[in-house]
């Protein structure tokens, strides 16, 4: 069972302290260095000069936006944005002779880097049901073969397509419009594990689920939090916007369980100061909060500014804004007046003086931001911790003015543009009357399943065939133990993907392997070369153009693939004009102008340098909410009980890994080498436990049901997390995850507060010798 490790894991751990700066010099040599090792130096120009520039590549690496254009630096990228684009560009292939060597069952041991290592995947393949290989098949069949178990049905709704964040504006749109003509809404993504709890709780409040913030914004921003992220490894340019902030007079206010390195100082790589200096120190205030302790440390923060107003009447609190755009103030400040300090105390772990001294930065700034990602997110009471921020924002009106509002940032470079486009099981009516008027058919009205109601369906025999267009949803998903057996229940499950990784071997009874052009590669379709579109976390929608030869000449793009499995499932089914959609891209854009809000004459705008911005209604003084205004909301909720010798365990990502995907074993800026199966640990609580550091543990989950879940052998590494707290490395700790730990409303996984215990490892590991 590859949940527990093997060979391949075998430890050199080494540990160093963890770095107090991000991303200088050995940053981008890390980067160049990684990119020589995989391709060549003419293709490492072509697709690093190319990256973020007007009619270049749309970097892979995460969706923080470029500068406009005329702004944009020579190299517009930062070291873990030249990672993934290095990682698509590689040179290795894998051929048919590659699965003729490795069944489908050893490989299921591999190690996820050692499947991503392998390279490019290279014609369709697939394993027929008792078959332990896969083996060659023609696009024709590999489709028809898709098609004919999607007809074989008893019903649309036994199907299930999930989308990853990497797919563009244009093969989303035709994906969700294949899936609701075939007859579901059955459209779980990846946005269902990473911001579906920001989506509802700005949605409930403020009337949209995106964020405010543009990055003229964080410019003019006094006061800029940043929640719950660790933006020097996963979001790096955003240190250089922090860093501008910072020049123009801005105060940055971390919160995080973590000293991660990007919100200590910055190194800026694109300037000799940034270099050789000592770089621009970020937070000026840290609050090492314990995890899920978010919601009582806004909570409080409220409640101080209530308790200012009251002492200096009129002067804290933006009345005009509150009297004329907002409702609900008065049972939420009567909520947050019964706030009890030794509750909040004990759920964040800091002092009151800490958060007294965060009021007062807060008093002194007109203008505030509060930047967030998976810290608040990922835990049950993550859509009440949002929401509380939101009337934290209210409270000063610091949404709709320059400078000040919600910053959900997001993960994937297009997660935001896919749900505009359609990718979502519970897409509102209006979507659906346009897709009816547009195309002619009466699209599904019954919502459909997101990522952990399909699980629960598979295990249930409900859904029988699923189709993941990229991604790797038995990695991304929780209970790996349990995913995994639901999905091998499935009788057909078929990926459309650049890279080999645990969901082409974690399979049904038949398997497909429907390998397609990555970003950084020419797309040439029968009407001429293609590009396509995307839109990031500050709803900027631009053009994706690659420049590389495509990996093999046997790759299809995704549109090819989805529009071609479109008609041969559909055949004269609708007036969907499935071959101009795939000869030209523009096609699908005009009926997305049609269909799509703010997408009027999208041809000719996403000509335009550095394309367009979606207007945010918030923006412009309007609260689309059912009473037209922003809604002050009562939360409860409360961190897990964590008993005695237990602890909470977050699970979150290295410096080098892309999600799913290591690239190495190590985590430089934490100071953690040559393992990844590692568990850092307060040393307080390893003296309290009578572990030292490069013990080997297992870690063994604790949830209300008696399945035993158990991450085998980690070794422990002391860090400076709060006590009674633990950090380890996603996706190897997913198996801990139950998978009905889920966020209320928002059904997100809980993976960033599992209850867990440490035991001795019971077995021996492997070492390398
Ligand atoms: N290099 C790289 N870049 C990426 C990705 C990648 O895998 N690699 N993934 C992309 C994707 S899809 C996403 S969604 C983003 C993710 O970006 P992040 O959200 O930065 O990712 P995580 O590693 O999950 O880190 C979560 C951070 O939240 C903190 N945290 C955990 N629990 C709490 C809590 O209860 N309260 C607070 N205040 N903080 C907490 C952790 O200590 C950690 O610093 O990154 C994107 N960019
Ligand atoms: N425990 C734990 N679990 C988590 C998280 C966590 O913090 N903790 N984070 C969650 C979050 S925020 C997210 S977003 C999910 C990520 O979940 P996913 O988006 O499902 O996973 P990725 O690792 O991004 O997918 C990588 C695969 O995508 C394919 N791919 C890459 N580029 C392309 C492309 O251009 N086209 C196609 N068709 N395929 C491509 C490759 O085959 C590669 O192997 O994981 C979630 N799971
Ligand atoms: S910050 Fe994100 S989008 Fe920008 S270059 Fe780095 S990885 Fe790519
Ligand atoms: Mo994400």
Same mark, same amino acid.
């Given at each position: ?22 991303t ?71 051929? =048919? ?16 880097l ?9 014609? =369709?393949? %697939? ?6 290989y ?43 419009l ?9 459209l779980p ?40 992220q ?11 916007? #922090? ?25 800026? =790589? ?6 050789l ?69 004990a ?15 807060? #008093? ?11 810290? !608040? ?57 346009? !897709? ?14 997101d ?27 929780p ?17 459309i ?17 429907? =390998?397609? #052009? ?18 990031d976390?500050?709803?900027? %929608? ?12 046997? !790759? ?10 479109a ?12 071959e ?17 809000p ?57 410096h ?32 309290? !436990? ?16 008696d ?63």
């Amino acid at each position: 069972m590859r949940n527990a490790p093997n060979e391949e894991d075998a430890s050199d751990l080494s540990v160093s302290p963890p770095k107090d700066w991000a991303t200088g010099v050995p940053a981008v040599a890390h980067a160049i260095g990684y990119s020589l090792e995989q391709t060549s130096p003419r293709r490492t120009a072509l697709t690093l000069l190319n990256m973020n520039q007007i009619s270049g590549i749309d970097c892979p690496g995460c969706a923080w936006p470029d500068p406009a254009p005329g702004h944009r630096a020579k190299n517009e990228y930062c070291e873990n944005g030249a990672k993934h684009i290095n990682d698509e560009a590689t040179s290795r292939r894998i051929t =048919p002779d590659f699965f003729r060597r490795h069944s489908v069952s050893e490989l299921a041991e591999r190690s996820d880097l050692w499947l991503n290592q392998q390279g490019r995947l290279t014609e =369709p393949m %697939v394993k027929r049901a008792g078959s332990d290989y896969y083996e060659s098949i023609s696009w024709r069949d590999a489709l028809e073969l898709l098609a004919t178990e999607l007809n074989s049905l008893d019903s649309p709704d036994e199907a299930a397509f999930y989308t990853s964040g990497r797919v563009s504006n244009e093969a989303a749109f035709t994906l969700q419009l294949f899936a609701r003509a075939f007859g579901t809404n059955n459209l779980p993504d990846c946005s269902n594990l990473c911001h579906e709890s920001s989506g509802f709780a700005l949605h409930e409040t403020i009337g949209t689920g995106k964020g405010t913030v543009s990055l003229l914004d964080i410019e003019h921003a006094d006061l800029i939090f940043v929640v719950g992220q660790n933006p020097g490894s996963n979001h790096p340019r955003q240190l250089t916007a #922090l860093e501008r902030a910072k020049l123009n007079g801005a105060r940055i206010v971390a919160v995080n369980p973590l000293p991660e390195a990007g919100l200590r100082r910055f190194k800026n =790589p694109q300037k000799v100061r940034g270099v050789l200096g000592p770089g621009v120190e970020i937070a000026d205030r840290l609050l090492q909060i314990r995890p899920s302790g978010d919601l009582a440390l806004f909570r409080a923060l409220n409640r101080l500014l209530l308790e200012s107003e009251e002492s200096r009447p009129g002067t804290v609190l933006d009345w005009d804004f509150i009297r004329s755009s907002t409702s609900g103030f008065e049972a939420f400040a009567e909520h947050v007046a019964a706030t009890d300090w030794d509750e909040v105390l004990a759920q964040t772990g800091l002092t009151r003086e800490e958060i007294t001294a965060v009021r007062d930065e807060v #008093l002194h700034s007109d203008r505030v931001i509060v930047c967030w990602a998976m810290g !608040l997110t990922q835990h049950r009471y993550a859509v009440p911790t949002i929401r509380e921020i939101v009337n934290f924002l209210l409270l000063r009106g610091n949404l709709g003015r320059t400078g000040t509002g919600a910053c959900p940032v997001r993960g994937h470079s297009n997660v935001q543009g896919d749900r505009t486009m359609g990718i979502w099981e519970q897409m509102p009516d209006e979507f659906l009357d346009a !897709l009816q008027r547009e195309f002619g058919f009466d699209p599904p009205r019954e919502h459909g399943l997101d990522s952990v109601n399909t699980i629960r369906a598979m295990r249930e025999g409900r859904i029988k065939v699923f189709l993941g267009v990229a991604g790797n949803f038995v990695r991304a998903t929780p209970d790996s133990d349990v995913t995994e057996a639901a999905l091998r229940r499935c009788r057909l499950t078929a990926q459309i993907s650049t890279k080999l990784n645990r969901s082409h071997v974690v399979c049904g009874e038949t398997a497909l392997i429907l =390998p397609t #052009l990555g970003r950084t590669e020419r797309d040439i379709q029968d009407r001429g070369e293609q590009f396509v579109t995307v839109e990031d976390s500050m709803s900027e %929608v631009h053009r994706s153009r690659g420049r590389l030869e495509p990996a093999s000449p046997l !790759l299809l793009s995704e549109v090819s693939i989805l529009s071609r499995l479109a008609r041969k499932t559909l055949g004269d089914r609708g007036e969907i004009p499935w071959e101009s959609f795939e000869a030209d891209y523009g096609t699908i854009r005009d009926r997305v102008s049609r269909v799509v809000p703010g997408f009027h004459d999208y041809n000719r705008r996403v000509e335009e340098p550095g394309g367009f911005r979606l207007t945010n209604p918030v923006n412009e003084g309007i609260f689309p909410t059912s009473t037209g205004t922003a809604h002050f909301t009562v939360n409860h909720g409360a961190a897990p009980d964590v008993p005695n010798g237990h602890l909470m365990l977050q699970t979150l990502r290295s410096h080098d890994q892309w999600n799913t995907i290591p690239y190495t074993n190590d985590d430089r800026y934490r100071g953690i080498h040559g393992d990844r199966r590692v568990v850092m640990v307060n040393q307080d609580d390893l003296t309290e !436990l009578g572990l030292s550091e490069g013990d080997r543990v297992d870690l063994v989950g604790v949830w209300s049901d008696d399945i035993d879940r158990r991450a085998p052998g980690f070794r422990v590494v002391p860090y400076p997390t709060p006590k009674g707290c633990a950090a380890a490395y996603y996706p190897e700790t997913n198996v801990l995850v139950p998978l009905d730990s889920v966020a209320e409303i928002s059904n997100q996984p809980a993976f960033k507060s599992v209850v867990i215990r440490m035991e001795k490892a019971q077995v021996a590991h492997p070492s390398r010798t």
